[in-house]
């Protein structure tokens, strides 16, 4: 008999979500319905029960990028604290000045938020990229003003896994009095950060994209050198000092926890055996299909990524023809859109390219055969279609030499 494990598709699209990691699931499932207690409720053991399982969760995710536990706000997900983060400080910015800053490549829980300060009456300055994808440190410095309050940069980037020059974006805004903000949600876990260390004053985390549950995420925010302020976007119980309010839900935040506390302690290690996977997987389909095209710096990059353009093909097409493979042709959360990547765009890829790229997003469960496995029917599919579109035969396919 064929299990569902068996019938579903190899997953490759660990950029949209991870998978639970098992240690992270035996931790929530006490606090369903045995220390089922609110943490907000201060008067009986109940309530102080699941208090201490939400602050011991807090000290784990601030032990992950290097901060205290008190800076540490649990929102809904990264999307809730980006918002918090913008809204928030334009909320005070007052007379500091109206100017933000950000760039072309951002994700859209950053790009809409700009969008609507904008409407109501902000500038915003959004900044292009040069063709590898990695922001300019001097274009950014160019444009920083005298009332420029916030730059926001994303750590690495969703779709293409190019990295952010964090360090000398934070030492930058430290000079020039900006307020420095990161969305770091696909980049924790899976490459050091230290906020101190990268002069980072907010950044926005989210816990599915480090195998915990969805629907958690969190919000570092500065207490000191400079203490930053924030007015809070959901209001109501005055939950995590003010700043967020509502009920926590413990389960997902212990299981936020876990999976930071695992993602601290063996990230390094995993995060080299996946790079070795993803050169593993370039080398053979460069060897089936030299013509392709690496979108973004392979240099600054997430261990994990890799986003490819192959001429002559239709993304839709290639993905339809890779149904044995859980793929995406860009962010999954603008994957219904039939416009090419705003990411791709920004990078100068051909609107052709663009419609042709693929998002190979490995993770803790992928394995050599199946990175084997995926390209080979990759350039099978890449070959067939080409030969559709000519009118040609199409040749026959063998399996490239696996990297060493």
Not at 31 to 53: E, I, K, P, Q, V
Not at 203 to 214: R, V
Not at 369 to 378: I, K, Q
Request: hydrophobic share 45%; proline share 6%.
């Amino acid at each position: 008999m064929v299990t569902l494990a068996e019938r579903l598709p190899v997953y490759l699209d660990h950029h949209a979500t991870t998978p639970c990691d098992a240690r992270v699931v035996e931790a929530m499932v006490p606090h369903l319905a045995g220390t089922f207690g609110n943490a907000a409720s201060r008067s009986h053991a109940y309530g102080w029960a699941a208090d201490a399982a939400v602050e011991q969760a807090r000290d784990r995710v601030a032990a992950l990028i290097g901060c205290t536990p008190k800076e540490i706000v649990f929102t809904s997900g990264a999307t809730e604290a980006d918002n918090l983060a913008l809204f928030g400080v334009a909320a005070l910015a007052g007379e500091r000045g109206r100017h933000l800053v950000s760039v072309a490549t951002e994700h859209k829980a950053v790009l809409e938020p700009l969008e609507a300060l904008r409407r109501r009456g902000f500038e915003v300055t959004l900044l292009p990229v040069p063709p590898d994808g990695v922001v300019r440190v001097a274009d950014v410095e160019a444009a920083l003003r005298p009332d420029t309050v916030l730059l926001t940069v994303m750590a690495a980037n969703n779709e293409i896994g190019v990295l952010a020059p964090l360090g000398a974006l934070g030492a930058l805004c430290k000079a020039r009095g900006v307020l420095f903000h990161t969305d770091a949600a696909q980049a924790a876990g899976h490459i050091p950060l230290d906020v101190e260390a990268l002069g980072i004053d907010l950044l926005s985390l989210s816990a599915h994209k480090m195998y915990g549950p969805k629907g958690i995420g969190a919000l570092y925010v500065r207490r000191r050198r400079p203490m930053v302020r924030l007015e809070p976007q959901m209001l109501g119980g005055g939950h995590e000092r003010g700043r967020r309010a509502g009920t926590p839900p413990v389960h997902q935040i212990v299981g936020f926890g876990v999976a930071a506390e695992i993602a601290r302690t063996e990230g390094a290690a995993e995060a080299s055996r996946l790079r070795g996977l993803r050169d593993r997987l370039l080398a053979a389909l460069r060897a089936g299909l030299p013509d392709l095209r690496v979108n973004g710096s392979l240099d600054a990059r997430l261990p994990h990524n890799l986003n490819v353009s192959f001429p002559g093909v239709e993304g839709e097409a290639l993905l339809m023809a890779l149904r044995a493979f859980a793929l995406s042709s860009g962010a999954a959360c603008t994957s219904a859109t039939l416009e090419p990547s705003h990411v791709l765009r920004a990078l100068g890829v051909p609107s052709d390219l663009a419609h042709a790229s693929l998002r190979f997003g490995l993770g803790r469960r992928n394995t050599e055969a199946d990175v084997d496995a995926v390209a080979v029917a990759t350039i099978a599919a890449v070959r067939r279609l080409r030969a559709l579109r000519s009118g040609a035969p199409a040749p026959e396919t063998s399996a490239p030499a696996a990297a060493s």
